[in-house]
């Protein structure tokens, strides 16, 4: 969702911090490695300590209704009794904090008698289907976009490709997601009597799959694109290119060998963002698509003040993000050996 | 006759002198030569033209109230009885409802930035300048902030506290902050260690004028950068939190909202959708120009 170059590290852990390294390689990677690892603990403890604090800060409480159905005071005693909700606050906490430690993440105000954990659970695969078939769209589709520009800058190609990159950064995916299905599904189905169309309504998972996973892939492609061209840009004006070229080589070769390995270094950063983008982007694309997904249970969560699975899910993708970022600094580290170390 | 070197120098010197022009002004000729940062600035420019005059239309009777429902007239294509861009499920002119939106839109956009520029200055500048303790304590709690993926924070804030004007501004902007933080924190640093912030401090400037006399005016120009680019990042925010139902709520017309009205009777009249879609797309794309416009103006060095 970022729509420029300023919001695209958001969700990531720590910069890299490429500063002095002291001692020997192996040993400073499993302080590195260990010291991130820490670092998850604080991350994701003020992650739950935010969202706990908002809404416990809230005016009200989460079995007030609107309309006529207004629940009797005795009512919601009973209920604030039945999930924890009379104790103090700090109470709370703590035993919200000893629960998940526990992998526990309570019941579900909204579902009676389920359990966050089996909410999340019936999600997840339909959440994880689709962030796993954009994220092989969007490597491969993005790098050789951005690879194929940077080698024709300022040609048709180059133009076309980042115009493309630009409006696909530009446009939000549930604009997208929305004009795909009135295009696919809609003009289409009628201008073909209905013989041909993309799927939008009742979700499975077959041709339903087309549309999210491609509104979900689109931003992520445009940001690896741009970020592959502008590190392709650097290795073909550096010294041992034009050596390569100057030796005769043939073209695949210099791309492949030379070009390639060296400008696809920096690209490895961009898969920790990825994960964020898939993250988040699927709250809207399971909105928009209706899929009965992890993000859409997050936003039925908030719009019905079912605070433990609110919390449930935050929790869940900060984790993933955190350890998205984290596999990817510490790849960046065996990939590229001149990185150093904090 | 051959000119003598020393002449030719001072030639060339003069010339220099005289073609030499401000920052501003140098920013200004470059920025006009981005023929898209232009035609998105034009566009912007409309679109405020837009936000400002569109009651007044009402007022004339040339645009029809946006919340006036029409129920004879409900789901009207485009064009069709007096509908110029159709009408939406209670019979409200789309047309209408669209330009009030902007209203939403525009102000979300850049009064987020209003709230994000002092907190942004504050910290960063805080963490830059003092350095040591500080910088290492305000920098691990914009770490922590950066780790909450934005959108969720949004959802849940506005989840819950009622959603309004007030609480979604506030929210955008708490997630948005950090960036602007960790921008000038970095402009600082670097800027502390030039001489002319040496020769500022050892001729006695105590560190407040240091700040606001060398230090904010050297950084000015990426920070307005990033607070361009936070404009369609707040409008894209206050659009999603409409389009999930949780934003600013009926019958205030907002773009988000009329795309999911829109969508949930997409195949009776797709038009509805696509109008305030193209809407949020074009709105965010011009913007986007307008920031990679003041980016190589404003800031040769961030140019890619």
């Known amino acids: 969702m970022a729509i420029s170059e300023g919001r695209s590290g958001r969700g990531a852990l ?58 009797s005071q005795a009512v919601m005693n009973n209920l604030n009794i039945k999930y924890g909700l009379d104790k103090p606050e700090t109470e709370q906490f703590k035993l919200y904090l000893w629960n998940v430690i526990h992998f526990d993440f309570g019941l579900s105000y909204q579902y009676e008698g389920k359990s966050v954990v089996t909410l999340i659970g019936g999600g997840w695969p339909y959440t994880a289907t689709i962030g796993f078939l954009a994220f092989l769209l969007i490597v491969p589709v993005g790098i050789s976009l951005g690879v194929v520009a940077a080698l024709r800058q300022n040609t048709r190609v180059d133009y076309i490709t980042m115009g493309f990159a630009t409006f696909a950064a530009s446009f939000p995916n549930f604009v997208i997601g929305a ?78 060998r030379h070009i390639l390995k060296n400008s696809l270094i920096p690209v490895v950063t961009t898969l920790g963002p990825t994960f964020a983008f898939l993250v988040t982007g699927s709250v809207i694309v399971e909105t928009v698509f209706n899929i009965p997904g992890i993000g859409r249970a997050f936003v039925v969560a908030v719009s019905s ?38 | 006759m051959a000119v003598p070197a020393v002449a030719v120098e001072q030639l060339v010197e003069w010339e220099v002198a005289e073609t030499q022009i401000g920052l501003w002004t140098d920013a200004w000729q470059r920025f006009r030569r981005n023929r898209l940062a232009v035609a998105g600035a034009a566009l912007v ?85 003092f350095g040591g303790r500080i910088d290492n304590l305000l920098m691990r709690f914009t770490d922590i902030w950066y780790a909450f993926p934005d959108l969720l924070f949004v959802l849940v ?22 960036g602007l933080a960790r921008l000038v924190r970095g402009q600082v640093l670097s800027i502390k260690e030039k001489e002319f912030i040496e020769a500022a401090r050892s001729s006695g400037s105590p560190p407040l004028k240091l700040i606001i006399k060398h230090l904010l005016p050297n950084s000015l120009g990426p920070i307005i950068v990033t ?23 009926p019958p205030t017309p907002t773009w988000g909202q009329m795309v999911f009205d829109g969508y949930e009777a997409v195949y009776a009249n797709p038009t509805s959708v696509v109008f305030p879609a193209l809407a949020i797309g074009f709105t965010l794309l011009a913007f986007s120009f307008i920031g990679d416009g003041l980016r190589d103006a404003l800031d040769p060095r961030m140019r890619r």
């Open chain 1, 14 to 71: 720590l910069p890299l911090r490429m500063s002095q390294l002291a001692g020997s390689r192996g040993g400073s990677l499993a302080i590195f490695v260990g010291k991130r690892i820490l670092w998850m603990v604080p991350i994701v403890f003020f992650v739950i300590l935010i969202t706990f604090v908002l809404m416990h800060l809230a005016p009200g409480s989460p079995w007030d209704r609107t309309g006529g159905r207004q629940l």
């Open chain 1, 179 to 256: 004009l795909m299905v009135v295009v696919f599904s809609v003009v289409l189905y009628k201008a073909t009597d209905g013989n041909f169309f993309l799927p939008s309504a009742d979700f499975g998972l077959d041709s339903h799959l087309i549309m999210p996973v491609i509104t979900l892939s689109l931003l992520p492609i445009a940001y690896t694109a741009r970020l592959t061209r502008a590190s392709t840009l650097d290795t073909i004006r550096q010294d041992f290119v034009r050596t390569a070229w100057a030796k005769g080589l043939p073209e695949r070769l210099v791309v492949i």
């Open chain 1, 305 to 342: 003040r079912d605070y433990p699975m609110i919390l449930g899910t935050t929790v869940l993708f900060s984790v993933i993000i955190a350890v998205a970022n984290l596999v990817v600094d510490v790849a960046y580290v065996f990939i590229d050996p001149r990185v150093r170390l904090t």
């Open chain 2, 45 to 129: 420019l409309i679109l405020v033209l837009i936000a400002f005059l569109c009651p007044l239309l009402v007022q004339l009777g040339i645009l029809q109230n946006p919340v006036k429902q029409n129920v004879q007239y409900i789901e009207a294509a485009p064009g069709q009885a007096g509908f110029l861009l159709g009408s939406d499920e209670l019979g409200r002119d789309t047309l209408s409802r669209l330009l009030f939106g902007s209203r939403i839109s525009l102000s979300v956009g850049i009064l987020v930035q209003g709230i994000i520029l002092p907190i942004g200055l504050a910290i960063g500048l805080a963490a830059g300048y």
């Open chain 2, 157 to 178: 804030v506005v989840s819950v506290f009622k959603p309004n004007l007030l609480t979604i501004f506030g929210a955008i902007a708490l997630v948005n902050w950090v």
């Open chain 2, 227 to 249: 607070l361009t680019f936070g404009i369609p990042q707040a409008i894209f925010l206050e659009a999603v939190l409409s389009f999930l139902g949780v934003g600013i709520q």
